[in-house]
């Protein structure tokens, strides 16, 4: 049986409620990376139910030494992404090889798939075809309206992260989460969700920290709306 | 049906309007709560309304309160509009006086159904509004000749008793009684009687001033 999850705390989550035999683990992920859910996973204390279960990990890291930075962290195993079907499957077989092929009484082996969710869509054009039934003359016309005052709405937010207002930075994040969302901008809507969130907490505005979250947040925000302008000169509109 | 749409974001705006106007409302809009509130309170007010949470000045969910405070007879369906998933916030929003709540982005089959719910909600309303007053008006008339019954003439001489004294105005009271009644009741049935009842009763208020009172 295969499950799959999105970051290393679900991983963990999924570790104690179920025996896993095999774990594909992607090394970088949201939230928790695939080398702390691996420490914790090898943990007898985490309510792990197998804390031996094999760690298979997944990376994109080309350089000399992942392997070993793996394998050191209690990863039993290594696979280098892109990630080639015949690679895979020796993989699979070398670690699940218990008992004779084909044996009957063998109960299936447990694999679960620990990946991040792929990136959102710059532009998701059905958003606003489903909702309105596929009129794609008013749809067009509201993703202009969109494209008319995104410019102003990420302008505001980066106005308010510079200035450290967490409640400002809260309620233009919100508008332009809101906005974005309503149209498909689905980049952006994650952005600015990720920017709330960010307001929400504190994390943002807090004085001890270096100003460098918040050069990198606006930077981030200033990345997406390129893309989407970009997009948007590419096509001669958005939708 | 007419249905207010509230978002102080244009392009959400604009598509609600749009989706709601393929759906068949009457669309209003409004870009801020102070707007919405003038609208909803106005006196040819929608039925529905769609109302966005995070507005700057009047939030939506003031703008629920302050609906909910009027205690209107025919209050508006009040659907929230929320990005926020989280379930403190649907109970927050519930508790201010919503009917229901739409999340964003929107579902076009969840949005249509819960619009849906909204109208059929204004509709019962409506219906149980008109009876009401139906009843009400047949409680307190007499079924033939359509003036006040007794039970409404008590009422309302009460009241005028009550008043005459304190704005020191004289106040008649003149009863109408048709003596041997039963006598034409007798000889022309009761359909017959109550014939002579409508035109008396027509006759007397064609002779009275309009604002006298008059019952059966």
Known sequence: MLTTANDGAQALQATREKR???????????????MEATRQIRDSHSGTLNPAVTIVALTAHAMAGDKERCLNMGMDDYLAK??????????????????????????????????????????????????????????????????????????NLREAIQTGDSLLIRERAHLLKGASA?????????????????????????????????????????????????????????? | MRAL?????????????????RW????????????????????????????????????????CRRIRALELSSPPYLLLLTSRGDKQDIATGLESGASDYVQKPFDHDELRARLLVG??????????LDTQSELRRQALTDPLTHIMNRRAIFGRLTEEMARAPRQGLPLSIGVLDIDHFKAIN???????GDVVLQVVVERALKALRPMTLSAG
């Open chain 2, 186 to 192: 007798d000889r022309f049935g009761h359909a017959g």
């Open chain 1, 20 to 34: 896993y035999d095999l774990i594909l683990m992607d090394v970088q992920m949201p939230i928790m990376d695939g």
């Open chain 1, 82 to 155: 892109p990630i080639k079907a015949a690679e895979l499957q020796e993989i699979i077989s070398r670690w699940l090889a218990t008992g004779a092929p084909g044996q009957e009484s063998e109960p299936m082996p447990e694999v679960m798939a620990v990946t991040e969710e792929p990136a959102p869509p710059v532009f998701d054009e059905m958003v606003l075809l489903n909702l309105l039934e596929g009129d794609h003359e008013s749809a067009a016309e509201i993703a202009n309206q969109y494209l008319g005052d995104v410019n102003g709405q990420v302008a």
């Open chain 1, 182 to 239: 309503s149209v498909g901008a689905q980049a952006l809507r994650y952005c600015a969700a990720d920017i709330e969130k960010m307001a929400a907490t504190g994390a943002l505005t807090d004085a001890s920290r270096p100003a460098t979250l918040a050069a990198e947040t606006v930077a981030e925000l200033d990345h997406q709306l390129n893309l989407l302008l970009a997009l948007a000169e590419e096509n001669g509109g958005l939708m």
């Open chain 2, 24 to 63: 068949g409302y009457e669309v209003v809009t409004a870009s801020s709560g102070e707007e919405a509130w003038k609208v909803l309170t106005s006196d040819d007010s929608p039925d529905i309304a769609v109302l966005d949470w995070m507005m700057p000045e009047l939030d939506g969910v003031e703008v």
């Open chain 2, 119 to 128: 109208k059929r909600f204004a509709e019962l309303n409506r219906k149980l």
């Open chain 2, 5 to 21: 749409v509230a978002d102080d974001d244009t392009a959400s705006r604009l598509l609600l309007e749009k989706v709601l106007t």
